[in-house]
């Protein structure tokens, strides 16, 4: 979460959630605000970045890329309870929730198409240990570990 929309803060955001979590990266597409554009550049020579740039932005062409933010929104405004003082405690497992949901026109999640594999989910784990037989007797730690 950014606190502040400045150019060491954006800086920082891209480091730690973007590079430090998917990896390095070979290019990066941005738009032209004036934040963006200096932590980029600062970005761009330190990790030998392709910085591509957008088009303006223009209502009628971005609707279709502005409709899921609107989904977004309201993931957030119902996981706090309509206060939205408390957004910043709901963001990530909202982000989260969108990258593992599969999109119908991808065919997959994006976090599928982000990293090739699927995503381990709670209730897998949960699944998993349901079909696992129960043993016939009691097993210590060490045999737990060594099963």
């Given at each position: 979460m950014l606190a502040r929309e400045n150019t060491k803060a954006i800086a920082k955001w891209l480091y730690k959630d973007v590079i430090c979590c998917w990896g390095a990266l070979s290019e990066i597409i941005t738009n032209n605000g004036p934040p963006i554009l200096k932590a980029v550049t600062y970005l761009v020579k330190?990790?030998?970045?392709?910085?591509?740039?957008t088009?303006?932005?223009n209502k009628r062409a971005n609707g279709i890329v502005e409709r899921p933010h609107f989904d977004v929104c309201q993931a957030l405004f119902k996981a706090v309870d309509s206060d939205q003082s408390r957004w910043s405690t709901a963001t990530y497992s909202v982000f989260w929730?969108?990258?593992?949901?599969?999109?119908k026109q991808m065919?997959?999640?994006?976090?599928f198409m982000t990293t090739?594999?699927?995503p381990l989910l709670p209730a897998d784990i949960?699944?998993?240990?349901?079909?696992?037989l129960l043993p016939n007797l009691l097993l210590s730690t060490?045999?737990?570990i060594a099963h």
């Open positions: 330190k990790y030998n970045l392709h910085h591509i740039w088009s303006g932005y929730s969108e990258q593992v949901i599969v999109c065919d997959c999640s994006p976090y090739g594999t699927h949960v699944e998993a240990t349901y079909l696992q060490t045999d737990l």
